[in-house]
């Protein structure tokens, strides 16, 4: 006798060629999603505004934050339009009438956005701690498993969606615990400056990424709460943990020098950078440059 994988999900197929979803937005679900494109446009505009008040040198943070959002817009520019979704049969049919139906309206194009931003948004966070590369493009790795096994599940039709949350929330566990534990003290080794705003946005994003597994249980996973009820709670989330913290990040580091974290980027414009030669020595993991010829 097996296990019953195969029955349990044959011919669960997902269309992304169109179809129709007895369950999705209505025009105040759109209306919603085109407000936080908005949000996210002006918030571009205004991080890569705010590069130019630094050196080049200096604007890694503000091009980091800016890219964010930028996806972000592109990302609610689509769903705002209703396209970049699937339909997916729901595993737990409701009678209340705002989810009653077969199939719910899926939108991966939220996840695409996820899959660029988060490791953005850590990129910001785990260079202010000045963390070491191996461990920076590591927990890339894990935030992206996290990111890929919530769209498993969104697009799973039975209850084996449930196990690829369990992955997510294990993967989610682990980057809190790189965050709290091994970041946080890392960061306040460079000043308490560095460390008090790492732990302001490290504390921000962590708690706001706890809310989205919730979000996600209420909305694609036990399809509890109605496509517009989604979409408000994910676009607040979205807004607080883009927009909000990238003002955050970047007021906390008006004063850091990113060479204090051991980001030595060189400017062509500087002559004395190229008459500059890299020495190997205690960086963290990244370049800098001490001797000159």
Known sequence: MGNGAIMANYGKTIDFSGGTAGISITTHGSDWYWAVCAVMIVSTMAFAGL??????????????????????????????????WAPIAVEFERSDSVVRGMNREIFYVRYIDWVITTPLLLMDLLLTAGMPWPSV????????????????????????????????MAALFWIGWVLIMEARPHAYHFGSDVGKSFLLCGTWTFFLWCLYPIAWGLSEGGNV?????????????????????GALLLWGHRGIDPARLGLHIRDYADASAVSEKPTIGNTNGHNTTTETV
Do not use: C
């Open 225 to 245: 709460i109605a496509p517009d009820s989604e979409a408000v709670f994910y676009g607040i989330l979205d807004i607080m943990a883009k927009p909000v913290f």
């Open 137 to 168: 493009l590591y927990t890339i790795l894990i935030d992206e498993i996290m990111i890929i096994t919530g769209l498993a599940g969104a697009l799973t039709a039975s209850t084996y969606k449930w196990g690829y949350w369990v992955f997510g």
């Open 51 to 84: 590069s130019y008040t630094k050196p080049r040198e200096q604007r890694i943070f503000h091009y980091i934050t800016a890219a964010i959002t930028m996806v972000a817009s592109i990302a609610y520019y689509s769903m705002g339009s209703n396209l970049g």
